[in-house]
């Protein structure tokens, strides 16, 4: 069948997130008692005044019909005075918004309508499983500098400025960080963006949508440095902060012109996205963020309830994350270790054996860019965590 397909989508690699989550869920579905710690979803419920705000969209009735393709004006507004006030970005407005269906949307518009073929774009790895294919989709290559579990995870602005060359387009990097947790403090991305604006025409892609989820207090945006607004998309959504995976609700503040290219690629793919999921998303972003405050202070108390854990297991080294919901270890101590016949030669086939052996789904660290290590997503109860951990423990100490 894949010859009667295009090239484009026999090369692009399935999401190993995706993918582990749909083995899990057949697993589950044949009564194997699985627990998940693959997907980056918030296991929590969307606030309730989130979810009357689109009851009450819905029973005004105003907001069946197709919605501006780059957003209703007022949640745009209220974006751009939340980027103001927030993350000091003093030049948004409504018109550097783009409102779309979800941040991986928005991030595949700003790709499609900055690269051109043959066209570099830096990335920041360990890294979000999508960033390369989209990439790879619009024509672009993919260049990545690495961090490493020493300095946690994060490459330097002295790495950036040896990778960027004549055909460097875009840098793109997400703080905090899918997979690792790891924050960009404003001293890092200080320089940074000093690097970026020694080259004309280089933008950076800032990917935030783990913003509200930050241990650390001291969120940074680089589209506020001083000649960085007209260099810098600034990816935001609702899903991770706010517990709106399945809203589908994301948006760029991105210069007017990268801004009004996106919302005329939006036009032709998708239109606006959903009238109700916006109403919802206006809610979010103009309402009580308390319970965005309580839902990050679970996740602090996961990730040291997480981090006890994993120090229990011998073989694994993790650094501590200061943001998301995911620790990101080393597993390469089990590489070479076997039991009844199965051997582990890599992060791919240790990922497989846990979740055959212990019944738990994890995403190996070769899908981010780290084929050392293993992705665990601690957006779980304490109960299933504990359990989770418990069950890796056991499977690790079989393998001799």
């Not at 899918?178 to 004309?200: D, M, R, W, Y």
Request: aromatic share 10%; proline share 4%; glycine share 8%.
């Amino acid at each position: 069948m894949t010859s009667i397909l295009s090239d484009r989508i026999n090369q692009m690699e399935e999401s190993a997130t995706l993918a582990m989550a749909k083995k899990a869920r057949e697993l589950k579905m044949q009564g194997i008692d699985i627990i998940s710690l693959s997907l980056g979803e918030p296991d929590f419920k969307t606030p309730k005044h989130i979810q009357e705000a689109a009851k009450a969209a819905i029973d005004e009735g105003k907001y069946f019909s197709y919605p501006p393709v780059a957003g209703y004006q007022d949640l745009r507004e209220a974006i751009a005075k939340k980027l103001r006030e927030e993350n000091k970005i003093g030049e948004a407005k409504a018109e550097n918004i783009v409102v779309s269906t979800g941040a991986k949307h928005s991030i595949a518009n700003v790709f499609m309508c900055l690269i051109n073929e043959g066209d570099e774009v830096v990335i920041f790895s360990p890294y979000w499983v999508s960033y390369a294919e989209i990439i790879k989709l619009a024509g672009g290559v993919p260049v990545l500098i690495e961090g490493n579990l020493e300095n946690n995870f994060k490459a330097t602005a002295s790495q950036l400025e040896t990778a960027i060359n004549d055909k460097t387009k875009a840098i793109i990097y997400s703080s905090p960080c899918n997979p690792t947790g790891s924050v960009f403090s404003k001293e890092e991305l200080e320089a940074i963006a000093e690097v970026v604006k020694k080259k004309e025409n280089l933008f950076v892609i800032a990917d935030e949508i783990y913003e509200l989820i930050n241990f650390t207090g001291k969120h940074a945006s680089i589209g506020s440095f001083p000649g960085m607004f007209e260099r810098t998309i600034t990816v935001n959504g609702f899903s991770k902060g706010y517990a709106m995976t399945g809203w589908r609700v994301g948006y760029i503040c991105a210069p007017v012109s990268i801004a009004k290219a996106c919302e005329k690629m939006q036009g032709q793919f998708t239109s606006g996205g959903t009238g109700i999921a916006q109403r919802a998303a206006l809610a979010a972003i103009s309402g009580d963020q308390g319970p965005s405050k309580e839902m990050e202070k679970a996740y602090l108390k996961r990730r040291d309830l997480v981090l006890g854990l994993i120090k229990d297991i011998p073989g694994f080294k993790t650094h501590i994350p200061e943001g998301a919901f995911y620790f990101f270890p080393d597993v390469t101590y089990f590489f070479g270790k076997s039991v009844d016949g199965f051997k582990v030669n890599n992060a791919d086939d240790f990922c497989l054996y846990l979740l055959d052996k212990a019944n738990v789904s994890l995403v190996t660290g070769e899908a981010f860019g780290a084929p050392n290590c293993v992705r665990i997503s601690y957006a779980a109860s304490e109960e299933e965590l504990i359990e989770a951990m418990n069950r890796i423990k056991e499977a690790c100490a079989k393998l001799v």
